[in-house]
T-cell receptor, first 111, second 113 residues
Framework: DQQVKQNSPSLSVQEGRISILNCDYTNSMFDYFLWYKKYPAEGPTFLIS?????DKNEDGRFTVFLNKSAKHLSLHIVPSQPGDSAVYFCAAGGSQGNLIFGKGTKLSVKP | EAQVTQNPRYLITVTGKKLTVTCSQNMNHEYMSWYRQDPGLGLRQIYY???????DKGDVPEGYKVSRKEKRNFPLILESPSPNQTSLYFC????????????FGSGTRLTVV
């Protein structure tokens, strides 16, 4: 049973607009949630994280929102740029190091 | 340069022939982990380690072994590889476990024929 779900395999957005990537989880015991970005032929790159005790974290153009009651988090990218085109993975875990990833969402930002 | 180094980058082997994929990090990280990436399945954790001599199973540990004798190294061992272990493998390390995010290596593409 998937503990971390990204239900949209792909998303296409126009340059300059907002990209919203969504993620749902089932385990309320997760301590942290993270977003990773992955280009082909490279390892995933850590983007932004949020603690389970917070509901928002912002870093430049990237903001992650956490709704614990809905077991849902989202990544907002504003404004979207063509260089943001990549696969984005949502991940959840605890302090032990057992980080669980979703299946990923491929974002395409069109000029 | 802070990095996680995996070797080899590409490997083609035959069923049943033991192999080891090496992983080394130079950031003095306590946590290390192995993942495999398969189409439509995302990244799945194989094993992880919180420190030297401390390892634990992830979601898909069957057919794999690991060891953590030194802090910097975390090799992945396939004692008897099978075709269903054909995959893209990533090693990762972290200072604070899931909280601070993992730094990933560039990946090892393994094909078992």
């Amino acid at each position: 049973d998937q503990q971390v779900k990204q239900n949209s395999p792909s998303l296409s957005v126009q340059e300059g607009r907002i990209s919203i990537l969504n993620c749902d989880y089932t385990n309320s015991m997760f301590d942290y949630f993270l977003w990773y970005k992955k280009y082909p032929a490279e390892g995933p790159t850590f983007l932004i994280s949020i603690s389970s005790i917070k509901d928002k974290n912002e870093d430049g153009r990237f903001t992650v929102f956490l709704n614990k009651s809905a077991k849902h988090l989202s990544l907002h990218i504003v404004p979207s740029q063509p260089g943001d085109s990549a696969v984005y993975f949502c991940a959840a875990g605890g302090s032990q190091g057992n980080l669980i990833f979703g299946k990923g969402t491929k974002l395409s930002v069109k000029p | 340069e802070a990095q996680v180094t995996q070797n080899p980058r590409y490997l083609i082997t035959v069923t049943g022939k033991k192999l080891t994929v090496t992983c080394s990090q130079n950031m003095n990280h306590e946590y290390m982990s192995w993942y495999r990436q398969d189409p439509g399945l995302g990244l799945r954790q194989i094993y992880y380690s919180m420190n030297v001599e401390v390892t634990d199973k992830g979601d898909v540990p069957e057919g794999y072994k690991v060891s953590r004798k030194e802090k910097r190294n975390f090799p992945l061992i396939l004692e008897s590889p099978s075709p269903n272990q054909t995959s893209l493998y990533f090693c990762a390390s972290s200072m604070g476990g899931g909280a601070r995010g993992y730094t990933f290596g560039s990946g090892t593409r393994l094909t078992v024929v």
